[in-house]
């Protein structure tokens, strides 16, 4: 059986000390729930978060890194540093790092590889603007980014990844794709992945979906054959998290 997953992705959002103190308030609610939690807090918060969360199956991730070992790329951390740091989760792919800060396709195939090589659980995301939808190009869309990031990849590395879909249109505007919308990419993902592996892997990589779940429309989402959770943005800087969480 796939995994129930609820990721809370903080962007820049909160100091260390913020950081602390909303983990204090919210961890035994968020580390009593029947599903697998994450937090991808902002890189300098991660100790801090992996302190409060110690006693917890609480999962700290950071929210991007490179994938060279070492060298002279500034402003960048590698999966080792991540590792000490704590963290044993890596966000992968987001909409923001595309579009914001370039990052290619091949980019993100080259992070996927070195984060299962350094055992790092990768939450990968894909998504599609509004201009893809409106064209009616989203499953096509969604399949090429699919089958990008994958590719080189084993079906025993495949299996320890999680598959988050973000309709870009829905991330932080407040608007939420349907059920029926969101099933059907997060079923599109499923079968693509189903045609790259088969079904004994597809069948048990957790498909999320990433556009402005909250506590309100938590129940319905997940309630789709193909979602078996959220990356949440925003709700997750606030006690809301543990209330979807525990949905």
Same mark, same amino acid.
């Given at each position: 059986?796939?995994?129930?997953? $609820?990721?809370?992705?903080?962007?820049?959002?909160?100091?260390?000390?913020?950081?602390?103190?909303?983990?204090?308030?919210?961890?035994?609610?968020?580390?009593?729930?029947?599903?697998?939690?994450?937090?991808?807090?902002?890189?300098?918060?991660?100790?801090?978060?992996?302190?409060?969360?110690?006693?917890?199956?609480? @999962?700290?991730?950071?929210?991007?890194?490179?994938?060279?070992?070492?060298?002279?790329?500034?402003?960048?951390?590698?999966?080792?540093?991540?590792?000490?740091?704590?963290?044993?989760?890596?966000?992968?792919?987001?909409?923001?790092?595309?579009?914001?800060?370039?990052?290619?396709?091949?980019?993100?195939?080259?992070?996927?590889?070195?984060?299962?090589?350094?055992?790092?659980?990768? $939450?990968?995301?894909?998504?599609?603007?509004?201009?893809?939808?409106?064209?009616?190009?989203?499953?096509?869309?969604?399949?090429?980014?699919?089958?990008?990031?994958?590719?080189?990849? =084993?079906?025993?590395?495949?299996? &320890?990844?999680?598959?988050?879909?973000?309709?870009?249109?829905?991330?932080?505007?407040? &608007?939420?794709?349907?059920?029926?919308?969101?099933?059907?990419?997060?079923? @599109?993902?499923?079968?693509?992945?189903?045609? $790259?592996?088969?079904?004994?892997?597809?069948?048990?990589?957790?498909?999320?979906?990433?556009?402005?779940?909250?506590?309100?429309?938590?129940?319905?989402?997940?309630?789709?054959?193909?979602?078996?959770?959220?990356?949440?943005? =925003?709700?997750?800087?606030?006690?809301?998290?543990?209330?979807?969480?525990?949905?």
């Amino acid at each position: 059986m796939r995994s129930r997953v $609820i990721a809370g992705n903080w962007k820049m959002n909160k100091t260390p000390a913020e950081t602390r103190e909303f983990l204090e308030s919210v961890k035994e609610r968020i580390s009593r729930a029947d599903a697998r939690v994450f937090v991808f807090p902002p890189l300098i918060c991660i100790p801090e978060a992996v302190e409060v969360l110690k006693d917890t199956d609480v @999962c700290v991730g950071a929210q991007n890194f490179y994938y060279e070992e070492k060298g002279a790329f500034t402003g960048e951390v590698s999966a080792d540093m991540l590792i000490c740091a704590g963290a044993k989760a890596v966000i992968i792919g987001h909409s923001e790092r595309r579009d914001i800060f370039g990052e290619s396709d091949e980019l993100i195939n080259l992070k996927l590889k070195k984060a299962v090589e350094k055992g790092l659980i990768p $939450i990968l995301c894909c998504g599609e603007s509004l201009e893809i939808r409106e064209a009616g190009t989203a499953a096509a869309h969604i399949e090429r980014q699919i089958k990008s990031a994958f590719d080189g990849i =084993s079906a025993k590395d495949a299996a &320890k990844c999680i598959v988050a879909y973000e309709p870009i249109w829905a991330i932080g505007t407040g &608007k939420t794709a349907t059920s029926d919308q969101a099933q059907e990419i997060c079923a @599109c993902v499923r079968e693509t992945l189903k045609s $790259i592996y088969g079904g004994s892997v597809s069948d048990v990589i957790p498909v999320l979906y990433g556009g402005s779940m909250n506590a309100g429309n938590a129940a319905e989402l997940v309630a789709c054959e193909d979602i078996d959770g959220g990356l949440i943005g =925003s709700a997750s800087l606030k006690e809301e998290f543990a209330d979807i969480v525990n949905v």
